[in-house]
């Protein structure tokens, strides 16, 4: 059976027209959903925490490769 919208629920709920277990089935119905985004959040968190360090590190070994090439090249640094 579908879930029924929460805030449809709430209406139907506030003007009695739905029973006790229906809404708490909906509700456990509700619960699951919210929890398996939560735990696709929780996953994609993660993995732009992990591109972060990586995008991180890329940009330190570049500084340190663009610093060495202009000590290499005695290039006159110039102001932004």
């Known amino acids: ?18 029973t ?3 809404a708490t089935r909906h509700t456990l119905q ?3 959903s919210l929890h398996k985004t ?6 994609q968190r993660q993995q732009i925490i992990t591109a972060l360090g990586e995008i991180q590190t890329s940009l330190r ?3 340190h490769d663009v610093d060495a090439l202009i000590a290499h090249t ?3 640094l ?3």
Do not use: Y
Request: aromatic share 2%; no cysteine.
């Open 30 to 32: 509700h619960l699951e």
């Open 38 to 43: 939560d735990k696709q959040a929780n996953i």
């Open 61 to 63: 070994s570049l500084r």
């Open 78 to 80: 110039r102001e932004a």
């Open 1 to 18: 059976m579908d879930t029924i919208p929460a805030k449809k629920l709430l209406d139907e709920w506030e003007q009695e027209q739905l």
């Open 20 to 22: 006790v277990d229906v």
């Open 74 to 76: 005695s290039m006159p």
